[in-house]
């Protein structure tokens, strides 16, 4: 946007990030803001499984621990270096703590001794735009059709199916419809 490739960024959607860990909590993280949580679990030298494998989730913990200034180690600290779902079973097995999307929490939740933590905080949310590029700048854009895209992205029938989806499976939804918000009201 800054550089005038897009023309419009509008807000769309959000879904989040969440710590789960073993139900007795052994790091008392429950309720903490994810700073306050990770540094109690590496007091605590409780056990953190990270997926190790520079996906999405994986770059947002590495800058959640530099952002408290811990490097963590092992013992207590083991990098799995397999897929969210593969990560989510080791941290079961092992009572630890992982950082997790909330949707493969939920797919897997029943086969997991572990519970949600730490959720709905600002650095764990995982914010969606749609962004309609700069007909100007770029001849060859369908801009009506880019324009049309956008517009019902944001609209209200759009917005429903987004806040509904995932309620008859999961009980909750795995989105959350934000069109009409600001960026700093996400999440609220």
């Keep these: 946007m800054a550089k005038g490739a897009g023309s419009r960024r509008l807000l769309v959607f959000h879904n989040d990030f969440i710590i789960v860990g073993p139900t007795d909590d052994p790091a008392r993280i429950k309720g903490k803001n994810a700073l306050d949580a990770l540094r109690a679990i590496a007091a605590a030298q409780a056990t953190f499984i990270s997926r190790g494998d520079n996906s999405g989730t994986d770059v947002l913990e ?18 799995a270096g397999v897929g969210m ?24 939740r029943e086969a997991l001794q572990l519970t949600i933590v730490v959720d709905k905080d ?67």
């Design 85 to 108: 779902g593969q990560t989510l079973t080791v941290a079961s097995e092992k009572r630890a703590y992982t950082i997790t999307d909330r949707g493969t929490y939920l797919a897997r």
């Design 62 to 79: 590495k800058s959640l621990w530099k952002q408290i200034a811990i490097t963590p180690q092992r013992p207590w600290y083991v990098e």
């Design 122 to 188: 600002p650095p764990l949310l995982n914010v969606y735009h749609v962004i309609t590029v700069n007909a100007d700048r770029f001849l060859r854009v369908n801009k009506a059709g880019a324009d049309a895209f956008a517009d019902y992205l944001v609209s209200p029938e759009a917005q429903t199916i987004v806040g509904a989806f995932g309620v008859d499976k999961y009980g909750q939804p795995l989105f959350f419809p934000d069109a009409g918000k600001r960026d700093e009201d996400v999440g609220k």
